[in-house]
T-cell receptor, first 114, second 113 residues
Framework: GAVVSQHPSWVICKSGTSVKIECRSL??????MFWYRQFPKQSLMLMAT?????????EQGVEKDKFLINHASLTLSTLTVTSAHPEDSSFYIC??????????FGPGTRLTVT | GDSVTQMEGPVTLSEEAFLTINCTYT??????LFWYVQYPGEGLQLLLK?????DKGSNKGFEATYRKETTSFHLEKGSVQVSDSAVYFC????????????FGKGTLLTVNP
């Protein structure tokens, strides 16, 4: 149980285009989903917290107009990287929270912007 | 703010060796503490957790004890296997309504046969 999927697992896009990444909780309902960014050999950096039916809460330094987050249902959150640039290339990971002590993580999406 | 410091890797061990990965934290209040594991090509998985001082989390032969006096949560395993090769992340949550996790940088463990 408690499986979180992400789609796509790997995407390459041209600079200036937008990319959407989906995060789904497959067998449970998640009131809260989180989006992280992971650089090579670095920790996960929380980008934003997404609550179903409300606006996402972004961490300091994260551009909300560049990283659009939508949490339209209890099983789906999406992250759209708008006008992507090479510096946005990274590994994006989502997680879904079911209670105060535990989050379940997706396998991640590798974004490469050329 | 909250922060987690864990020993930098990589750590390379032979099978059946003893493992310790150090983790210390800084947090306001009384956080919950976690160890997550990331196997190659997979997402993070919760390995163990402890929610209050002196609690010991354990799973799959791994253990960690919540030490409030030293603000530490060191991960240990008495006899590692090749299948334990992965990246290990120490993390804390200060609770609240959004369960925000703060992670350490991760420690790559490689176990050789």
């Amino acid at each position: 149980g408690a499986v979180v999927s992400q789609h796509p697992s790997w995407v390459i896009c041209k600079s200036g285009t937008s990319v959407k990444i989906e995060c789904r909780s497959l067998d449970f309902q998640a009131t809260t989903m989180f989006w992280y960014r992971q650089f090579p050999k670095q920790s996960l950096m929380l980008m934003a917290t997404s609550n179903e039916g409300s606006k996402a809460t972004y961490e300091q330094g994260v551009e909300k107009d560049k990283f659009l987050i939508n949490h339209a249902s209890l099983t789906l959150s999406t992250l759209t990287v708008t006008s992507a640039h090479p510096e946005d290339s990274s590994f994006y990971i989502c997680s879904a929270g079911t209670d105060i002590y535990e989050q379940y993580f997706g396998p991640g999406t590798r974004l490469t912007v050329t | 703010g909250d922060s987690v410091t864990q020993m930098e890797g990589p750590v390379t061990l032979s099978e059946e060796a003893f493992l310790t990965i150090n983790c210390t934290y800084t947090a306001t209040g009384y956080p919950s503490l976690f160890w997550y594991v990331q196997y190659p090509g997979e997402g993070l998985q919760l390995l163990l957790k402890a929610t209050k001082a002196d609690d010991k989390g354990s799973n799959k032969g791994f253990e960690a004890t919540y030490r409030k006096e030293t603000t530490s949560f060191h991960l240990e395993k008495g006899s590692v296997q090749v299948s334990d090769s992965a990246v290990y992340f120490c993390a804390l949550s200060s609770g609240g309504s959004n369960y925000k996790l703060t992670f350490g940088k991760g420690t790559l463990l490689t176990v050789n046969p």
